[in-house]
């Protein structure tokens, strides 16, 4: 696996690949690299010739009080475990690379996905996320783009800024990995203990019962939220919020959506987790 730290290797290398005919498929991290991140990159595997990760902790998706600052930089670690995936190619640029004059100007804004949810307690997250994406879009021009589905609003924002911008990439979602317990895998997990993490299982436990209340035929959209926010809270954690959306468009779910999704997000201490179910429902 090579390693590269500017834009303009990691450019020439993806180019020359296509050049000769190989298609490429790119990975785009934070690094702290888990079982989740390394599923992506076997993924991208199976569906290129070529696999480009990055790894790149992005300032302009961290609030001002949020974890920029102790975010677990394992670049090392992160390079051994991608080599033994099958990357191909490593990005691992310094900020000074991405943000050259500082703090860019330009701003990609998504409208619509954004406000609810996560960007309702994390306001500029998305915009962050948009933009770096979109930069590193062009910086690595692959031909598919791999995201985990654990992030499933992050995804939706994704998916909608390549389309509306007419990027030539095509983007895959990846079920999420779960820890033996349920847990979503996260990078965030490392702040938490052992027993904190079979704790912070009950979140996958309260969404999978409300999924499977509405399976069950409940459309009390709100009451069955309410009960799964409240067996979550009673575990010990605090809730910032659990919401049953429209899969397609994060609006809302009305009983006329035949696409969900039940997404929470919860602090355990000081660590923030979320995490998702998605499901189809016929119309009724």
């Known amino acids: 696996m090579q390693t590269v730290h500017t834009i303009e290797a990691v450019r020439a290398q993806v180019r020359a690949w296509q050049q000769a005919g190989e298609s490429v498929a790119f990975v785009p991290t934070m690094g702290n690299l888990h079982e989740g991140h390394v599923t992506l990159v076997r993924e ?3 569906a290129a010739a070529r696999v480009v990760c990055s790894v790149f902790v992005n300032p302009t998706q961290f609030g001002p009080n949020e974890d920029f600052d102790k975010y677990p930089r ?11 995936a099958g990357c191909d190619l490593l990005f691992a640029p310094a900020v000074e690379e991405m943000y050259p004059h500082g703090r860019t100007q330009t701003v990609v804004h998504v409208p ?10 994390r306001p500029g997250h998305f915009d962050g996320v948009s933009t770096v994406v979109c930069k590193l879009f062009h910086i690595v021009p692959a031909d598919i783009a791999l995201f985990g589905e654990k992030d499933f609003q992050q995804l939706a924002i994704i998916r909608r800024m390549a389309a509306d911008l007419c990027f030539p990439v095509r983007i895959i979602g990846v079920p999420t990995v779960r820890e033996a317990s349920g ?48 067996a ?11 919401d049953i959306r429209d899969g397609n468009d994060l609006t809302p779910a ?12 919860a602090r355990l201490g000081s660590t923030r987790l979320i995490d998702n179910v998605a499901f189809f429902l016929g119309k009724s």
């Open 44 to 46: 991208g595997r199976k």
């Open 112 to 121: 619509g996905l954004g406000e609810a949810l996560c960007g309702k307690s």
């Open 232 to 242: 979550i809270a009673d575990a010990g954690l605090v809730i910032d919020y659990l």
């Open 254 to 265: 009305t009983a006329t959506c035949d696409f969900l999704v039940i997404a929470a997000a």
């Open 183 to 230: 847990l979503a895998m996260s990078s965030r997990n490392g702040y938490l203990t052992a027993e904190q993490k079979e704790t912070a299982a009950v979140i996958y436990r309260s969404l999978c019962a409300a999924r499977d209340a509405i399976l069950g035929g409940r459309r009390d959209y709100t009451v069955v939220a309410g009960e799964a926010a409240r």
């Open 74 to 84: 394992t670049l090392a670690e992160d390079a051994q475990k991608l080599s033994a």
